[in-house]
């Protein structure tokens, strides 16, 4: 076997010896934005289990093969591509300022081996198609704006913004692409596109085919320039990752436009305008962070700003969000080279979205919601953000009324509901179905100051509950608190304090802080549902 250069590699090797195989990057505890005490960061890893595929494990395979140890071979290769590149493992490695970059390493590893022909047989025909066609699916590029169809002669064919509408938009996410359009003309925003658009070649650095890209970048960059464009706005994080951040570093200067995702141009484009957005109905929706909009350009609010635009709507967050999402799979080139994994990753990806409650998945990529919509098989409904704002696009309200600010008081009962929402740990041990009324009193007079459900809706260590507003019929519990008592019950850190606390309030209340439980159900039933675990813990049995 010939004598490999890692000389791109190199450029990193400080970093894979400052690498103290701590694992964090594959397992770690506390993380801020996740509810969980800990944390699995490496959606490929969760996937397929073994240590090679994390990132510390990918930093040991490099060294060996830098020191000789480890030779390449298919194996090896196929390895060096299983990477998403998401990124999550820098969110929580502690070993130099802004964590270990994999990512970056994973693709100076993935040059290397391009560069001396070691090749994966199913990119050589993608590659071939982005010559050939100026798209990475082999179809016609005659028929990349045919999705269009007469609106192409409305869209001038100058005009200082363009929308660069890019390959999975064009052929397989074509919704993305007319409803950005849509949205665009409906908010008067003067816009061309590329009559001659191609692939902006974000597959090929992904691969490590950087000369390839190089030049479609000098291509694109070359008409936008000729065309006077000042702003390029994208739907695909991919593209603009591509622009913003490959094409200054592989062309060596800059583009002379400004990029914006649309979200963001969105985010700022209405924010002095009065444009309303109304759903059709009332729905629960959460929202995925396409990695490379997220951790690698570090966009988080703006798509958030734009959901919360939406009237009728409300935002759910899911377990792992912001830096800390969890990938779609489908990023890196994971997706063309191991469809399978690219799915089973979507497929935990889409279980922590349903775990919201919520009946819409945003994302703001067309190549996430590709994947995500693959591995749904219909459980969810998976939506970009352009098309949301689309379909609920209202119209500019031309005469506003004075905002009325509304100061609503946070109530005990209002803070009690929230913090059961967070520890649904004290319905631990109950069975699916379980009913709780609670009435939160005002302690003097004894008159109901809120009176809502708790309803469980999955078992386990962190029982799924649904708690709404009013009383349930036929519950199996009945709780009364009065205010003081739930004042004091939501400063409890753990479920054997609060459980403490309840006892000691329903059997020794003071004057205030009292609790009263009416049974429903006979007590051999209520055992029999999971309910003496809690009783037990409290004393009250
Ligand atoms: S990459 Fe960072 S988090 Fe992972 S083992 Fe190395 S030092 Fe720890
Ligand atoms: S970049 Fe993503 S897929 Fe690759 S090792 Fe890090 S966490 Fe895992």
């Known amino acids: ?76 290769l196929e390895w060096a591509y299983t990477c998403t590149t998401c990124g999550a493992c820098r969110e929580t490695c502690l070993a130099v300022e802004g964590g270990i970059d ?34 990475p699916y082999g179809e016609p590029k005659e028929e990349r704006l045919s999705f269009l169809g007469n609106e192409l002669s409305n869209i001038p064919e100058k005009a200082e913004i363009a929308y660069f509408i890019g390959c999975t938009s064009s052929y397989r996410t074509k919704e993305i692409a007319l409803a950005a359009v849509k949205l665009l003309k409906q908010l008067g925003v003067e816009f061309t596109v590329l009559r001659d658009e191609t692939c902006c070649g974000s597959i090929l650095l992904r691969y490590g085919y950087v000369d390839e890209a190089r030049s479609q970048a000098e291509r694109l960059v070359k008409r936008f320039n000729e065309m006077g464009v000042k702003t390029v706005i994208f739907t695909c994080p991919g593209c603009y990752r591509t622009f913003k951040k490959d094409y200054p570093e592989i062309l060596g200067r800059e583009l002379g436009f400004e990029t914006l995702h649309l979200v963001e141009f969105l985010d700022n ?85 349903l775990e919201t409650g919520a009946k819409i998945l945003l994302s703001a990529c067309p190549f996430c919601k590709l994947n995500l919509k693959q591995a749904a098989n219909n459980g969810i409904r998976i939506l970009d953000v352009a098309e949301l704002l689309a379909e609920t696009y209202v119209g500019e309200v031309v005469e506003v009324a004075p905002k009325v600010v509304e100061v609503v008081e946070v109530t005990p009962g209002m803070k009690l509901m929230d913090y059961l929402n967070e520890h649904v740990e004290i319905f631990k041990g109950l069975r699916v179905g379980c009913k709780f009324n609670y009435e939160i009193v005002d302690w003097k007079t004894q008159e109901p100051k809120l009176k809502f459900y ?56 003071t004057d205030e802080e009292y609790i009263d439980v009416i049974l429903h159900r006979s007590t051999k039933e209520l055992m029999k549902m999971g309910y003496g675990e809690f009783a037990r813990e409290a004393g009250l049995i």
């Open 454 to 509: 708790v309803t469980v809706l999955e078992s386990g260590e962190r029982p799924k509950i649904k708690i709404s507003k009013g009383v349930a019929d036929n519950p199996d519990v009945t709780i009364i608190i009065s205010e003081p008592a739930a004042e004091k019950l939501v400063e409890c850190k753990e479920r054997s304090e609060y459980a403490e606390l309840f006892g000691n309030f329903f059997n020794e209340p």
């Open 102 to 135: 994999t990512p970056s390493i994973m693709e100076a590893l993935r040059r290397d081996l391009v560069s001396q022909g070691f090749r994966i047989e199913k990119h050589l025909s993608i590659l071939e198609n982005i010559k050939k066609l100026d798209n």
């Open 269 to 353: 484009y209405l924010k002095d305008k009065n444009v309303a957005f109304e759903a059709r109905k009332s729905e629960v929706v959460t929202y995925h962070d396409p990695c490379h909009l997220g951790r690698h350009l570090n966009v988080y609010e703006a798509p958030r700003n734009i959901i919360r635009l939406v009237n009728g709507l409300t935002l759910v967050e899911m377990e792992t969000i912001k830096n800390f999402a969890h990938c779609c799979g489908a990023g890196g080139g994971v997706k063309s080279t191991f469809p399978d994994l690219a799915l089973k990753v979507a497929k935990d990806r889409i279980s922590e979205a």
């Open 1 to 76: 076997m010939a004598k490999v250069e890692f000389s791109n590699v190199k450029k990193f090797e400080e970093f894979l010896y400052l690498c103290g195989k701590c694992g964090d990057c594959s397992l770690a505890v506390k993380i801020a934005t996740s509810k969980s005490p800990l944390s699995h960061p490496c959606a490929v890893k969760n996937v397929l289990g073994y240590e090679a595929y994390d990132a510390r494990g990918r930093i040991i395979i490099i060294k060996n093969l830098l020191n000789g140890k480890l030779e390449v071979n298919d194996e090896i």
